[in-house]
């Protein structure tokens, strides 16, 4: 007679099960210490959940044709599904597909219809895990973020297997922090919720969500670590404003810094995007700046849609004038240039300032950094240099020329000028002993290295107030110059202050006060050149009111006598 269970009256139990319940008593009297195993397999035999798969393997091998599945790959097909359309997010429907397609009974129900079409339902016993595989188990992190602390990575998804990775780890960040976080680990779940599906936008408002404990579940990159983490301490040469960069992966994440500025780099993993912090920032997270390699191509392409537009900000005209030379007399020669490597040069080159490497420079006695002003022609350099001397001949000094003229007979050699023939000077400007030099009604007229370092040794602050394309030649180990950028107030206060102060333009034979267009000029050319020299000033005046301006050069003066000071790498010695 078959036996009915009591709960399942329309499943009859099958012929085989029926024989094993008929059996176990005759197992009970034989193992009589195995009552309690036995007494369990009743049970499970009993069971009607059993009983019902049971009769399902049945009708499923039933060989009447009539569960012929269309195919045995519905994971596969959905998968391709999935990755054909996820990043279509902006449709609802495609939203909706991603989301039904990544439901895990959405999952487990396709799983088992591919298992049932493959007829994969015969008992096996799984293989014993190779260690390869073990390397691919996933990873469950716990990390503590403080409230209102990003979690310190960036996420994307991975173009290799569109699944969500672990894009960066922020030096300092709550991720770097639990030691456990690398680049290229695949992000699974956040706090037990499956993110299959979701886009990088719903993880990371989902993660700033939470706070306290954050628990992930990552499966570890396979890709060989390949961290770079290096301290380089650099200058900025130019602005950075995270928030006004279209390609950055996370704004919050960058960096925001001033030309000028110091910043520690810790990690150049990345060829676009680096890491650093700013120096006497309190240790914290670090952000977000673009590489060298990625400023340069973004300065590129900003240039040349400057040169579409028709502005552009480096066009800064060549040295026209030298010191003792009057104006309108230089303008029409253009005779100045500066030699290097026995080529004449300019410094306007096409180098595209990132980052400068940096050390610290402390200041020793009687051995003071010469201070160069530089601005543009008629800003007020000489003047400010003048005050400068005025104000402690003994400590500050100015550099006596070199001229080819004849000497006058109440002139001293070495006092007023040095004397040299036109062969010697040439010679010597051949083998670059002049950082700018210029001709003037037939002789030549220079500033040269040696007198620089003459003023140097005698330990006096030597004071220069040359052409920027001097620069090139005195931003050297040996010079290690303090450049003041002498800044033009806005026209109106170039006007107010130059006007009735009968500020004075020097011309061929006499002096006259400013036109207006020459203050237009000067304006127009300390823009130009604030954006093209920039990131070689050390310190900027606006020379508005003189007054003012004396009084912040001398305060900037005595300060780079005590204070440390961040110098180009090589320097410091
Ligand atoms: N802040 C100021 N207010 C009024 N006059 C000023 C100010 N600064 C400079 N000047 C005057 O402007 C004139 C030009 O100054 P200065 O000769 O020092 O310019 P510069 O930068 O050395 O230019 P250049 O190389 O052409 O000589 C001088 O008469 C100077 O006294």
Redesign the pocket.
């Known amino acids: 007679m078959p036996i009915t269970l009591p709960l399942t009256s329309n499943v009859r139990i099958d012929t085989d099960t029926q024989k094993l319940l008929v059996a176990l008593p005759s197992l009970e009297s034989r193992l009589p210490n195995k009552e309690p195993e036995i007494a369990f397999l009743r049970r499970f035999l009993r069971n009607r959940y059993l009983h019902l798969m049971i009769h399902m393997y049945h009708k499923l091998r039933g060989r009447d044709g009539r569960f012929e599945p269309l195919s045995d790959f519905a994971v596969a097909q959905a998968a391709d599904v999935y990755c054909t359309v996820r990043f279509k997010t902006e449709d609802p429907a495609v939203r909706e597909l991603l989301k039904i397609l990544s439901q895990p009974h959405v999952q487990a129900c396709l799983y088992t219809h591919d298992k049932i079409a493959c007829g994969d339902y015969e008992p096996h016993i799984d293989p014993i895990p190779v260690e390869e595989e073990e390397e691919c188990a996933a990873k469950i992190v716990s990390i503590i973020k403080k409230h209102n602390e990003p979690l310190g990575a960036t996420i994307q998804i991975s173009g290799e297997t569109g699944c969500m990775e672990i894009a960066r780890v922020l030096h300092g960040g709550a991720a770097d922090r639990s030691g456990l976080i690398s680049a290229g680990d695949e992000l699974h779940a956040i706090n037990g919720i499956e993110i299959f599906g979701m886009s990088p936008d719903e993880v990371v408002d989902m993660l700033s969500k939470t706070s306290g404990s954050v628990t992930l579940k990552l499966v570890p990159s396979q890709r060989a670590s390949r961290s770079r983490k290096c301290e380089m301490i650099v200058k900025a040469l130019f602005t950075f404003d995270p928030a006004q960069d279209e390609n950055i992966p996370c704004k919050e994440a960058g960096l925001a810094f001033h030309q000028g500025e110091i910043l520690h780099i810790v990690n150049q993993d990345d060829t676009i995007w680096w890491q650093a912090f700013k120096h006497l920032d309190p240790p914290k997270r670090a952000g977000l700046i673009p590489s060298r390699h990625y400023h340069e191509r973004q300065e590129v392409l900003r240039r040349a849609k400057a040169k579409e537009g028709r502005y552009m900000p480096r066009s800064i005209s060549p040295c026209r ?1 030298s ?1 003792k030379i009057p ?1 309108q007399r230089r303008l029409r020669k253009t005779m100045y240039h500066i030699v290097q490597n026995g080529v004449f040069t300019d410094f306007d080159t096409d180098e595209i300032p990132a980052y400068e490497e940096v050390e610290l420079y402390m200041p020793k006695p009687k051995q003071y950094r010469p201070i160069v002003l530089i ?1 543009p ?7 400010l240099k003048r005050r400068l001397r005025a104000s402690n001949p003994l400590h500050f000094d100015e550099v006596v020329p070199y001229t080819t003229r004849e000497r006058k007979p109440f002139e001293e050699d070495g006092k007023e000028y040095h004397f040299l023939t036109r062969e010697e000077m040439e010679e010597q400007i051949i083998s670059q002993r002049f950082v700018e030099y210029g001709e003037y009604r037939g002789h030549l007229y220079g500033t040269s290295i040696d007198s620089i370092k003459e003023v140097m040794a005698s330990g006096k602050v030597c004071l220069l ?1 040359p052409h920027t394309q001097a620069l090139k030649f005195l931003r050297t180990y040996e010079v290690r110059p303090y450049v003041i950028f002498i800044k033009a107030p806005s026209l109106e206060k170039l006007k107010e ?2 006007m009735p ?1 009968r ?2 333009a ?1 011309e061929a034979e006499s002096i006259r006060p400013f036109t207006v267009e020459e203050l237009e000029e000067i304006a127009d050319a300390s823009k130009k050149m604030e954006d093209r020299y920039g990131h070689i000033f050390d310190y900027t005046i606006v ?4 007054t003012d ?1 004396t009084t912040e050069l001398l305060m900037v003066a005595s300060k780079i006598e005590k204070e440390p000071q961040w110098v180009p790498v090589g320097w410091g010695q």
């Open positions: 004038y010191p104006r601005g022609s008629g800003i007020g350099r000489n003047e107030a202050s130059r102060a500020a004075r020097t020379n508005d009111s003189l301006a």
